[in-house]
């Protein structure tokens, strides 16, 4: 049975309209005076930390830990700005499918698993009203490798149900090739949902589990068995 169910952010549970990119940039343009490459960047499935040293790479820019807190702390700033200035929504199915493992008899505990630092995963999900659903995370400013976050989810959700969990006890839910790595990482179960950075057949190439179109398509005593 599914003791632990870890979700992905972006593409996942919601787009939004392209905050995180305007974030990104708005913050590279004051704080180095950098204003062109972002569009280079492959989003989908990275980590926020990972994407920002391949900028600075690009740049000649020192990965010091300095800079790295010079952008976040400008990247988190605009990311709240831009929020509720474009057209983001929460994903089809997601709320249902909350509700739905929230009520189970034997309800697993709801993560996220996420390349977003957690302050930004924070602002995101708290415009839609999602972020009190999760009782914990792993970020992107807990590691920078997704697979190595995998790792720390799944102890941290170890802690809380006070004992090991088998790979098999828990469910990942994303929306590209990365987060079923993630998945392959930890020996878990994969839920993949064609609504963000990958197609439905780019998904089922690597085979997990689950692969639906969207949230709509599966209910939670389907894949908490």
Not at 42 to 60: K, P
Request: one cysteine or more; charged letters at 25%.
């Amino acid at each position: 049975m599914i003791r632990l169910v870890l979700f992905d952010v972006d593409g996942t549970l919601i787009r939004t309209g392209g905050a995180g990119l305007k974030a990104f940039e708005r913050a590279f343009a004051t704080e180095f005076n950098l204003r062109d490459g972002v569009e280079r960047l492959s989003f989908a499935g990275r980590t926020d930390v990972s994407l920002v040293r391949e900028f600075f790479r690009l740049h000649s820019v020192a990965a010091t830990p300095e800079n790295f807190e010079r952008f976040f702390d400008s990247y988190v700033f605009w990311l709240d700005h831009f929020m509720d200035k474009l057209g983001g929504s929460t994903l089809p199915g997601v709320e249902q499918l909350i509700r739905e493992l929230q009520t189970l008899p034997e309800a697993p505990l709801l993560g996220l698993l996420t390349g977003n630092v957690q302050l930004g995963a924070e602002i995101k999900l708290r415009y839609y009203r999602l972020w009190e659903n999760f009782k914990f995370g792993a970020f992107g400013n807990d590691h920078e490798n997704r697979n190595q976050l995998a790792l720390i989810a799944r102890q941290r959700g170890a802690r809380r149900w006070g004992r090991d969990l088998d790979g098999q006890e828990i469910l990942v839910i994303g929306d590209t090739t990365l987060d079923i790595a993630c998945a392959k990482a930890i020996d878990a179960k994969m839920l993949a949902v064609a609504s963000g950075g990958h197609s439905l057949a780019q998904l089922q190439s690597h085979h997990p589990h689950w692969a639906v179109e969207n949230l709509c398509e599966i209910d939670a005593t389907e894949i908490c068995r």
